[in-house]
């Protein structure tokens, strides 16, 4: 059965109330009760003493100090009654005062020297009476004493209006607070309203919802909470589309690399097989089939590596390389690319300078790196220099090319994201994945790598690789 939390709330609310004023309400009439009862025991107690106490100075005379009190005493609704050892009443009151109806254990009590008090009786006489006995002892010899008894009516009537004001209080205190808990239970519950609400849109695709946060208290929290979980999410379904857009631009990138070659190649086997080529141009046909075979090979290659790279399934080999070394193999393997593009290549080294790396991956860092500053940088200059400083190494690659806007900078360690995207037939980082490895491999090495740009002034990329400590 399905319960509201509003009702929830109510029941609980008004459930902890009535329990509550229940028990203070049982607790209050007790302490009323005793202290009413313990009060007139009391007053009976003081009255029994003074007059025990007054016929011990005036024992000559009891009869005169017994009919003083009783005056006094019956005025106030009190009887009580002077006995001898022998439980016989004094006169001349026998026929005032109760009669002398104790137990025989009370009565060993009494002669002990110890008093009896009884905050009420229902069955000794005709009416309930709260009744005090207390010994009167001459020389430590038991010699009579005092029974007093009043009835309980007027305290039982006290004690019954009191519960007749307790219950008004109840009734109107479960009133207010019936009113107050409707009000506050309508908030509470209209704050999870909207954090459902919130889910529900959440749940339909709905990313951009939020709800009222605050740190007063958990629901408060709660939508907090809420409201970053929605928006890491917001920020997820916004990387995943961008993932899936880029997804499908390096499909078509692929699909229209792939297709060139392979159009390109499937044609010049039909040519040669049809001897549709002309002898002389056969050898060019071949060459061009091993350039754009080639080609597809560095396709399959750069993505394997990539996916070696994400999934940390590549092992680093890390040794002590000198830059000048290093630099001048780069220089020898990029020298005829650079020419062909009207470029030199300088080289800067420190004196002394090394970097600790994986040789093969060093390498690759750096051909990406250098190769994306030859294909944007046309009869200019490609300056790299390397130094040791503050325990690390650091190479810096720099351009006078073409340069990037600033928005498109972080833009170029995308996986597939190409910068010109008319060089599709550039033989040179032309599946736009050649930086994705490069920060990959770079964060391998425990480094970091970040570009400065300016368009139109050239592009510098500056690699730092610690150094280990020894």
Known sequence: ???KYL???LFSHISVLLVAFVVLSLLFVQYVETLVYKNKTD????YGENILKDLERGSERPEQVINQYARVLFGRDIQFSVFDEHMNLLNPIRWRGPAIELTQKELQSLQEGRPIVIKYDLKRYDQDVSLVALPYIVGGRFVGGILLTSPIQGNQEM???INDYLLYAALIALGVALLLSWVLSRVHVNRIKKLQDATSLVSAGDYTVRTPASEFDEIGELANDFNQMVEKLNLSMEEIESLENRRRQFMADVSHEMRTPLTTINGMIEGLRNDLIPEAEKEKGLELVGKETKRLIRLVNENLDYEKIRSNQVTLFIEKIELDELFEILKDQLDLQAEKRGNEIMLETEAGAAVYADYDRILQILINIAKNSIQFTENGRIAIRGRMEAG???IEIEDNGIGMDPLEIEKIWRRFYKAD????????????LGLSIVK??????????KVESEKGKGTK????IPIPQK
């Open 1 to 3: 059965m399905k319960v």
């Open 7 to 9: 009702y929830q709330l």
């Open 43 to 46: 007053e009976l107690i003081s």
């Open 159 to 161: 004690i019954s209006d």
């Open 392 to 394: 690390e190494t650091v």
């Open 421 to 432: 995207l008319s060089r599709t037939g550039n033989p040179y980082g032309a599946f736009g």
């Open 440 to 449: 990959q491999l770079v964060q391998l090495h425990h480094g970091a790598v």
């Open 461 to 464: 990329f500056t690699i730092k």
